[in-house]
T-cell receptor
């Protein structure tokens, strides 16, 4: 089905491990975003990408790495997971910056023990 | 940069009553104000938005009002139903026209039957 998907939906990992969260969209949207959602903080932008091979930091980028070799994929990697990175992660996409409307994936709940 | 404050953090109403959620923003140049609804276990979804050239927009039971002078906008839900129970987020564009949004902290709305 068309849309935006995330995998895995749930992940438990240990402190210090590397973990990659996947995001895939079928609309060929240029813009893609990664957010984390924590109680009391709403949605905070981690990284975003304006096109393939173009990425930039958001509000809370420390400890995360992104890449975008293809328009449809935007993986987020936690290089060395910490307990403070326990959160729900959402990927989103947008057709163009002027429309601003973002389409969100279903989220990945990550627990770092 | 843009800062978005959202109140209240939780709101409980009886079915059939109205609900109002308010947001303030800091950047007077902002011109687009969306509201997202997040149902349990899902990603946020755009439900209504308003651009700065209008003061109010309605879509059935939901409406958004904008006061540019005071730099605040509100979501109004009338005749609330149990399926309106969700987390609601307001947002405003981040500086720079990059398509990024700054989200409020979220409001958990509970509609009691």
């Amino acid at each position: 089905d068309a849309g935006i998907t995330q995998s895995p939906r749930y992940k438990i990992t240990e402190t210090g491990r590397q973990v990659t969260l996947m995001c895939h969209q079928t609309w060929s949207h240029s813009y893609m975003f990664w957010y984390r959602q924590d109680l009391g903080h709403g949605l905070r932008l981690i990284y975003y990408s304006a096109a393939a091979d173009i990425t930039d930091k958001g509000e809370v980028p420390d400890g995360y790495v992104v890449s975008r070799s293809k328009t449809e994929n935007f993986p987020l990697t936690l290089e060395s997971a910490t307990r403070s990175q326990t959160s729900v992660y959402f990927c989103a996409s947008s057709e163009n910056p002027l429309s601003y409307e973002q389409y969100f994936g279903p989220g990945t709940r990550l627990t770092v023990t | 940069g843009e800062n978005v404050e959202q109140h209240p953090s939780t709101l409980s109403v009886q079915e059939g009553d109205s609900a109002v959620i308010k947001c303030t923003y800091s950047d007077s140049a902002s011109n687009y104000f969306p509201w997202y609804k997040q149902e349990l276990g899902k990603g946020p979804q755009l439900i209504i938005d308003i651009r700065s050239n209008v003061g109010e927009k309605k879509d059935q039971r939901i409406a958004v009002t904008l006061n540019k002078t005071a730099k605040h906008f509100s979501l109004h839900i009338t005749e609330t139903q149990p399926e309106d129970s969700a987390v609601y987020f307001c947002a405003a564009p981040a500086w720079g026209g990059t398509g990024k949004l700054i989200f409020g902290q979220g409001t958990t709305l509970q509609v009691k039957p």
